[in-house]
């Protein structure tokens, strides 16, 4: 058999990418989901969607001052689709709190009128729960001091004439929006004011959404609000897979139920991985979501083992280094006993700082709210410590 013919019999994805572009018609618009498990290849798709806008109608957005926008979960997803476009202005890629601030921004009075409320309804929340809970205790004081915060923040509402957001800062000042009050005045604003819609498509007639299942749910709700509103108008095109799901603030069944008009076009290729470690994947999703993935006739076939150590192991260095020696036996390759040629995965923040050995300078860091964001991201202020240990956290 020639390589043409092989290439022409094993499955491929190159479908995919074709049903994308054609939703970004802007005079037939089709909102979509697209499912890309691990190794998919989800990046590429979304760059070739991008490049495809780029080639077929950058002029007819320029002309009527549009672009395109990309919400991506982190600064580093958005810098690596910014330099595999170019940096190409069309495109507007931006993490989902800059993109929300980019919609509500200066709009001073709506958001006056929001905060009022919202702080109204949180000392009342707060003060139900004081008056059943323990009096004396943790939490209480917690509670007290909280009320204490927004009653001063209610009064001095009336005081401030611009209010003031920085997506990847502590935002401490009197006038300052947390994340997660920019996150409910846009979901607020675009679910209950026309206008914010129509904001939204006027700027942006595409909208993607990278790691949608991850993406706040509130928001998530209230950009199917907008869409359904602006048919014709407006395409929403959401990428992702609901078992790589990291946060618990995404939307449930991301996926599931969607509107009958649109697409779901569905990525079944996994480029990265061994044949035997798909055939795992698909048997643990057999349980949940049955998404099935296949690989490239020319994958490996792979080698899947499995170490499973009690939660309660007191040495779990020790261990670990067993386990490396092991592997180095049984595959041959010396470099599973050096420590510093194996990747480790550690999913949270917290879990990093105890296997380093700095859990309790990491808990006293965290746990005030005034630096905990830029002391995650490695740009604390307050000490040597956050920064050096940045690559860590």
Known sequence: MSPAATLDTQPNDAQVDVEIATCLNLDAPKSFFLFAGAGSGKTRSLVTALQHVQKTMSERLRVKGQRVAVITFTNAASDEIKSRLLFDPLIDVRTIHSFAWSLIEGLNRDIFEWLKVDLAEDIANLRAEEAKGRKGTKASATRLSKIESKTTRLQNLPNIKTFTYSPSGDNRGRDALNHAEVLKLTAYFLRTKPAMQSILAGRHPVLLIDESQDTNKHLVDALFVAQASLKGKLVLGLLGDMMQRIYSDGKDGLGNELPADWAR????????????????????????DKQHQETPNEALEGVVRFFILSSDTTNKPQMENAIRTHMAEVTGDNKWSQQRAVKTLTLEHRMAASRLGFLEAFAALYDYEGWRTSFLGGACPCSVFSRSRSCHL
């Open 265 to 288: 076009p569905n990525k079944v290729m996994n480029y990265r991985c061994p044949k035997r470690i798909v055939k795992l994947i698909n048997k643990v999703r057999s349980t949940t």
